[in-house]
C-alpha cells in the first residue's frame, strides 16, 4: 500500500483488498488526520473508493480510495499521520463488522511545500512503467530507454518497477541512465506474493499516478516491448500540443512480428538492435488492436492498463495520424536472437497471417546508438541479450 497528499486538503491510498469482498460486499472507509501538533483537532472524512480494474482482478484487486477533508490539514507544516479505518460492513460474516485502522502516511514536520501543488510541474513528460519480472532481456530494455529518452527529451523522465525482473545485468543498463536522472527504480517484489492481476499491474500504475501526479504535464503509460513513433516532421512535443484541451489520448498499436528478419541481415542479425531488424508488421485484419494511451495527471484520479475512467475533461482517439507504438510481444523475455526466419519481400504471408515491411524504426536506428554514447558513453557497447 501507499499513500501521497494530492493538495492541502485532499490524499490518495492505493492497495490491495479482497476481490471477493469487494465483488459481493460493501465495504467502507474512513479516513482521519492526526496532526503532531496535540493542541490541534482530529480531522475525519469519508473515504471515497475508486475500484480502477474492471472486474480484473484475482483474489486481490486494487482500490484507490480518495480522502477529502473539509478544510486543508497539516497546513501549519508541522505534520501528522493519515490514518485509513476500513470496515466490512457484515461482509463475510453478517454478524461481524470487523474494522481495521491503518496508518497510511506520516508527514514529517516542515516537509509540506504548498506551492508543489500548483507550480508547473518539474517534466513535461513522465513515463509510468508496467512491473518489470521474469527472465528479461538486459539488451532489448538497453534499446528501449535509449530510443525513448531521445524521443522524449530532457525534460522526460521514466519510472521503472522491478518486480523481481531486475536483476544485476539489467540494473547495469539503468544505472547510467539514473545517474544522468532520467530514470527511477522501484521495488515492487514483496507485492509479488498477492495473488492480484499480472503481477499487479493495476497497482503499480496508480502508485506511479499518484507519486508523480504534480511532477509531469503528460505521463505515458505502456511497456517495455513497445515503441512510441510519431509520423514524419512531427514531434512529441508538437503531437501533445495539438491535443492539449484533452485530458487523455489513446496511441493506437502496430503490431510486430518478433521472429521475422530481412535477408541483408543473416549472419549479422546479432549485431542490430531489435527494433533495428524485426521489421514485419502483422495487418492481419482484427476487430481492434490494443491501444495504450497517455494523460494530464493532475485531472484523473485513478486509472488502469489500456486507460483511465476516472478523470475531469475529454478523452480522444484521434491521433493515427500524428502517433503510434509499434509492439514486439515477446520479445523482451527472449534470451536468444530473435530472427528466425529471413525474407526479402515487402509483403510476405507466414502460417497464414499477412505482414508487410515496415523500416520506420530501422530508419533511425544508427541516430538511436549515437545519442546513447554521446549521453551515457560507450559503457553498455557489451551488453548481451
Not at 472507509?29 to 472524512?45: I, K, L
Not at 491535443?243 to 541481415?265: K, P, R
Request: charged share 20%.
Amino acid at each position: 500500500m501507499s499513500a501521497y497528499r494530492g493538495g492541502l486538503h485532499t490524499f490518495s491510498v492505493i492497495a490491495l483488498s479482497s476481490k471477493p469482498l469487494h465483488r459481493f460486499s460493501t465495504p467502507s472507509y474512513q479516513c482521519q488526520w492526526v496532526p503532531h501538533n496535540s493542541f490541534a483537532p482530529t480531522a475525519t472524512a469519508a473515504g471515497y473508493k475508486i475500484l480502477p480494474d474492471w472486474g480484473y482482478g484475482r483474489v486481490y484487486t486494487v482500490v484507490i480510495i480518495n480522502c477529502t477533508f473539509p478544510a486543508p490539514v497539516g497546513s501549519d507544516g508541522l505534520g501528522g499521520k493519515l490514518l485509513l479505518i476500513a470496515s466490512t460492513n457484515g461482509g463475510g460474516d453478517k454478524s461481524l463488522n470487523l474494522t481495521d485502522t491503518v496508518e497510511a502516511l506520516v508527514e514529517k514536520p516542515n516537509t509540506l511545500n504548498p506551492l508543489y501543488y500548483t507550480d508547473p510541474p518539474k517534466y513535461e513528460y513522465l513515463y509510468c512503467g508496467s512491473p518489470l519480472f521474469g527472465n528479461i532481456s538486459p539488451q532489448r530494455v538497453r534499446e528501449w530507454l535509449a530510443y525513448h529518452v531521445r524521443l522524449f527529451g530532457t525534460r522526460s523522465h521514466f519510472v521503472m518497477y522491478d518486480a523481481g525482473g531486475v536483476e544485476e545485468a539489467v540494473m547495469e543498463v539503468l544505472r547510467p541512465w539514473m545517474e544522468k536522472g532520467f530514470v527511477s527504480l522501484h521495488d515492487v517484489r514483496e507485492q509479488e506474493r498477492f495473488d492480484g492481476y499480472y503481477h499487479n499491474q493495476f497497482l503499480i500504475v496508480n502508485d506511479c499516478l499518484h507519486r508523480y501526479r504534480f511532477d509531469a504535464k503528460w505521463m505515458f503509460f505502456f511497456d517495455v516491448d513497445e515503441f512510441i513513433y510519431v509520423v514524419k516532421k512531427s514531434s512529441i512535443k508538437s503531437v501533445t500540443e495539438s491535443v492539449s484541451d484533452y485530458t487523455q489520448f489513446f496511441i493506437q498499436q502496430m503490431s510486430m512480428a518478433s521472429n521475422l528478419c530481412l535477408s541483408e541481415d543473416k549472419g549479422v542479425s546479432h549485431r542490430k538492435w531489435g527494433f533495428e531488424k524485426l521489421v514485419y508488421r502483422d495487418v492481419k485484419k482484427v476487430g481492434r488492436r490494443d491501444r495504450k494511451y497517455a494523460m494530464q495527471p493532475r485531472n484523473v484520479f485513478a486509472t488502469g492498463v489500456h486507460l483511465t475512467q476516472h478523470l475531469v475533461g475529454k478523452s480522444t482517439h484521434q491521433t493515427e495520424g500524428l502517433i503510434k507504438y509499434f509492439h514486439y510481444h515477446g520479445v523482451l523475455a527472449e534470451r536468444r536472437e530473435p530472427c528466425r526466419q529471413f525474407y526479402n519481400a515487402t509483403s510476405i504471408n507466414v502460417d497464414g497471417n499477412p505482414y508487410v515491411m515496415d523500416t520506420k524504426l530501422r530508419g533511425i536506428a544508427a541516430t538511436v546508438k549515437r545519442f546513447e554514447v554521446d549521453t551515457i558513453g560507450p559503457r553498455l557497447q557489451g551488453t548481451r541479450q
